[in-house]
T-cell receptor, first 114, second 108 residues
Framework: DTAVSQTPKYLVTQMGNDKSIKCEQN?????MYWYKQDSKKFLKIMFS???????INETVPNRFSPKSPDKAHLNLHINSLELGDSAVYFC?????????????FGPGTRLTVL | QKEVEQNSGPLSVPEGAIASLNCTYS??????FFWYRQYSGKSPELIMS????GDKEDGRFTAQLNKASQYVSLLIRDSQPSDSATYLC????????FGAGTTVTVRA
């Protein structure tokens, strides 16, 4: 059974479009995250939600809007896509908002903006 | 200044040798440290966590932490071709801050 799942796995779209990526975890965790991995493979936090509440927003452009309908789901909506948004987006979860907790990563969504 | 820095790679080691990976971090108050392994095209996978000064061993992997020097390392003993991957050092202060990664290639 997949612990953290993301859809879609691949997303190819034109500049200016709006797209969404969905994430679900079946681990019963309270905290979920979005990370972006750029072409140089650098992995950087974007957002964190704890029990549906936004707790970290790392100065991400407001074209990116996360939404957490419940603590098992964290979706990412991106408006007016730009070429620089091309990257792999990883969702992750941890049991609690605690530095000692391990974070489990989803398989990633490779977004290509043409 | 980058928060987490790793020794630049790529690192190529012969099969059976020890691979040594190093990482420094800038926040002296950081509490927890992780090593993730990422195969090409895959997601990061946790292989070691360490919270206290000293060594922590798990199979062929040993993590070392020195908070006074703000230094974390990972040793991979008896390296196998399956260890070929990018290794990411991460510091967890309610969010994971990653280093740029070190790509390791184990030559058969």
């Amino acid at each position: 059974d997949t612990a953290v799942s993301q859809t879609p796995k691949y997303l190819v779209t034109q500049m200016g479009n709006d797209k969404s990526i969905k994430c679900e975890q079946n681990l019963g965790h309270d905290t979920m995250y979005w990370y972006k991995q750029d072409s140089k493979k650098f992995l950087k936090i974007m957002f964190s939600y704890n029990n549906k509440e936004l707790i970290i927003n790392e100065t991400v452009p407001n074209r990116f809007s996360p939404k957490s309908p419940d603590k098992a789901h964290l979706n990412l909506h991106i408006n007016s896509l730009e070429l620089g948004d091309s990257a792999v987006y990883f969702c992750a979860s941890s049991q609690r908002q605690d530095p000692l907790n391990e974070q489990f990563f989803g398989p990633g969504t490779r977004l290509t903006v043409l | 200044q980058k928060e987490v820095e790793q020794n630049s790679g790529p690192l190529s080691v012969p099969e059976g040798a020890i691979a040594s990976l190093n990482c420094t971090y800038s926040d002296r108050g950081s509490q927890s440290f992780f090593w993730y392994r990422q195969y090409s095209g895959k997601s990061p996978e946790l292989i070691m966590s360490i919270y206290s000064n000293g060594d922590k061993e798990d199979g062929r992997f040993t993590a070392q932490l020195n908070k006074a020097s703000q230094y974390v390392s990972l040793l991979i003993r008896d390296s196998q071709p399956s260890d070929s991957a990018t290794y990411l050092c991460a510091v967890n202060d309610y969010k994971l801050s990653f280093g740029a990664g070190t790509t390791v290639t184990v030559r058969a």
